[in-house]
């Protein structure tokens, strides 16, 4: 529990800060876009603009950083590896790729004012997505594999793609340049999330252990 509150807090302040100089201002920008195009509507309620949006920003990143530290390090534990700084990269890394990396690359992270898919058949691609591709890694980098597990694992990997993730309908007001960068940006803060979640979780438990 230390290990998941500690790196998982952390990590989410962390992405927070690089996201307010980063994503964010990708926000602001798509939903000026958003508002000119009138294509705006109502939400109900949400935090106003300032203090109140930030605050709940942080809050609600960092309470995220906590949930995934758990299911990072829940699944360490149940499979019985040694929490370490090397051994927390490595798994931070595999879980960027099914959490995140896979899945943009079919349906990538997409900024206010952009026409989206059915929000069922995304949520249920996504999810589909994110189990094949640690099915993938289990098989490819699992120990004692042999090739034709390793042939599966790809196959795995490549399955969801070839199926297609399901498709937008609608225009897009916003700039073809906006929309790339703030799935690249995305993308990226999230991969220095779960590499700093898992490093951060590995040093913390590894000192535990070692001044018990």
Not at 35 to 63: K, M, N, V, Y
Not at 108 to 123: K, T
Not at 154 to 160: D, E, H, R, S, Y
């Amino acid at each position: 529990m230390l290990v998941v509150l500690a790196a998982g807090a952390i990590a989410g302040l962390v992405l927070f800060l690089v996201q307010s100089f980063t994503v964010v201002p990708l926000i602001q920008t798509a939903e000026m876009y958003e508002d000119a195009s009138h294509s705006a509507h109502d939400e109900g309620w949400r935090p106003a603009e300032g203090w109140q949006r930030t605050s709940f920003t942080a809050l609600a990143t960092i309470l995220t950083g906590v949930a995934l530290a758990a299911i990072l390090f829940g699944l360490m534990a149940l499979a019985g590896k040694t929490i370490d700084v090397r051994q927390g990269a490595l798994w931070g890394l595999a879980a960027f790729a099914c959490f995140n990396l896979s899945p943009a690359l079919g349906l990538p992270p997409q900024p206010p004012g952009v026409p989206v898919a059915d929000v069922h058949s995304r949520q249920l691609w996504w999810v589909a997505t994110v189990i094949a591709t640690a099915l993938a890694i289990w098989l490819i980098a699992g120990e004692r594999r042999t090739w034709l597990l390793r042939i599966c694992g790809v196959g795995c990997l490549l399955v969801p793609h070839l199926v297609g993730a399901p498709v937008a309908i609608g225009q897009n007001n916003l700039p073809a340049e906006l929309v790339r960068r703030f799935a690249i940006v995305s993308v990226t803060t999230n991969g220095i999330f779960w590499i700093l979640v898992g490093m951060l979780g590995g040093l913390i438990y590894s000192r535990n252990q070692a001044n018990p």
